[in-house]
């Protein structure tokens, strides 16, 4: 099959459905723009390590197919075929720009592209959507769109928009984490702690940054195993040097009290069933950010937070507890 076939040498094209137009009739314009967009999303798409954001590129691109099919038919195949882009294919942009805004939170300022090579490309990507729309606009004057396909071209701008704005999030993240994996003074050497594998810690830390970030509050966090002993340290960037300490006493306290170390609060108040007990165990934390770990029921070890407030330290610690639990399960 010959790549070239000099039909539209003299500046015409078909449609599909055979009708003959020029080749800047503003059908072409809109179907030719959406293959633009097409095309600069397969650079992201080549260029991402993240599996789900890349699926979603990929889902993406293969609706944009769909769109530059519906464009480029004229009326009688149009007729024929049907509408190929639903209200079901506009919700599901949706579902994808809620979940995740939740994931890194409420966007409270406009971002200036080009944090990422990957960000760069979903808003190039952004920015021809727009474009394509603003065409597609003006072809429903003229010709029948349907009211689903404008719909998807103006929720899918803000679909890219937030996928660049979590590529850029989950890379920070990323990096700052890899750069503490590296040997430093402030990390310690991990060891393998009754069921808490360096696997398993780093992605708790991952976790803990993640939150950590996400609240703008640098914390330490200290991992210890089931007797209570540290077997990971990891203080984040800006985190108090008062935090490293407190952080390894807070799992050391859920492990060996079996319960979150706010719980002690109350109880170590004069007149309390545990009180005076931080003086005979100095180690002993009676303040929120220590809480256990669980496996089968059996205590696994215990994480501790320090370098916020009680409620932040506490945010924080519960982010790093689900997280274990999924990953156990």
Known sequence: ???????????????????????????????????????AL????????????????????????????????DENQRQKEGERITDQDVSRLEDIITGYTEEFGKVTSFSLPGETPVSAALHLTRTIVRRAERHVVTLSRESYVSASLLRYLNRLSDALFVLAKIEVY????????????????????VEDGQGLSPELCDRLRDAALSESLAMGVPVSL????????????????????????????????????????GNLYEAALPGGSLHGINTADPNLVVFGGGFPLFAGGAIAGGIGISGGSVPEDEQIGKRVVAEFERRIV
């Open 170 to 189: 989950r890379s920070f993240i990323r990096r700052v984490a890899d750069k503490l994996k590296k040997p430093q003074s402030a990390v310690a050497v």
């Open 222 to 261: 200290a991992i210890a195993d089931a007797g209570g002993n540290q077997v990971y340290f990891c203080r984040f960037p800006g985190a108090l040097l008062v935090s490293i300490g407190i952080a390894r006493n807070k799992a050391y306290t859920a492990v060996v009290m079996k319960q979150p170390s």
């Open 42 to 73: 397969a650079i992201a798409h080549a260029s991402l390590e993240f599996d789900d954001l890349k699926s979603i590129v990929r889902e993406i691109q293969n609706k944009l197919f769909s769109v530059g099919a519906e464009l480029a038919s």
């Open 1 to 39: 099959m010959s790549i070239f076939t000099k039909r539209g040498d003299q500046g015409l094209t078909s449609l599909y459905g055979g009708t003959e137009v020029s080749k800047d009739d503003l059908r072409v314009w809109c179907y030719g723009t959406v293959d633009e967009a097409n095309s």
